[in-house]
């Protein structure tokens, strides 16, 4: 069996890695989580809790600020591969505490590129994020495109992170593929995002906070899909260092996604206007070319049917 150490692990995206790892049969999973604050950590303890008393798993509760932590956790085991997802996340939270984004998403990346370096790990996999492309006029947004003037502290620790995995890469032969991922949402989505925040409010009667006038577009995409992509991309051997889009490649404007909510939940939203948030871009539009070239990507998931079987899953879990 091959070792991985899952960054983030009992988070939204990443225990939906650990599960796909563990379906698998070949893998120990080693999920490095903090469990922090950002959202309710009772919630991230639930996507886990399944796996606690199997063989392949283990979890260690740690802050990838803290390299002691860190290493002993790589003294555990020889990890094959290191998927890491774990980071602070969201643009406007980072615009109140950008030091603390820092301190995560760029010190953080470093130790963790760090003793994998030294323990000798042969595949990184970086979760990096579509933000990194600020306000880009040129649509799809391509990995050749310029990402040199992000628009958040949160997109600014994403490039950096990038920039740090091209430079172990190019330096000691630690072959990385950074994936930027566009607005994944899901089953067990983060409580704070668009898609599941609409949901509560709107099954509960409440207000839904409309930033702008509802045409900012995004490029929705189905955790099933990104999955596989991440998937694909901890095999990826071509060559040491890539940057690949993992999208559905197709914008949906803000007044369109509430309305398959509402179609869905069978209830009206209420709509609060509000200003346009610093921080946040216009669109998001992914170019998924490479991914499909390199990855096999295949996104098979159209928003419409997500938001199904999201909304599916929010009326089974929801509190």
Known sequence: MRNVLVTGGAGFIGSHLVERLLGEGRWRVHV????????DPALKRRNVAPHLSREDFRLHEADIRDRAALERVFREAAFDCVVHL???????????EPALYAETNVAGTLNLLELARWSG???????????VYGENEKVPFSEDDPVSKPISPY???????????????????????????FTVYGARQRPDLAIHKF????S?????????????RR?????????AGVRAAMDYEATNYEVINLGESRTVSLSELIGLLEKELGRDARIDRQPLQPGDVPQTFADTRKARALLGYDPRTPIEEGVR?????????DE
Do not use: M
Request: aromatic share 16%.
């Open 32 to 39: 490095v989580d903090d469990f922090n604050d950002f959202y």
């Open 86 to 96: 774990a980071a602070r996340a969201g643009v406007r939270p980072s615009l109140r």
């Open 121 to 131: 790990v042969r595949q990184f996999v970086f979760g990096s994020s579509s933000s």
């Open 155 to 181: 997109a600014a620790t994403k490039a950096a992170g990038e920039l740090l995995c091209h430079t172990y890469s190019h330096l000691f032969g630690l072959r990385v593929v950074c994936l930027r991922f």
């Open 199 to 202: 949901a509560r409010l709107i």
């Open 204 to 216: 509960e009667g409440r207000p839904i906070p409309v930033f702008g006038d509802g045409t900012t």
């Open 219 to 227: 490029d929705y995409t189905y955790i099933d899909d990104i999955i």
């Open 309 to 317: 079987r999201f909304v599916e899953w929010f009326k089974r879990n």
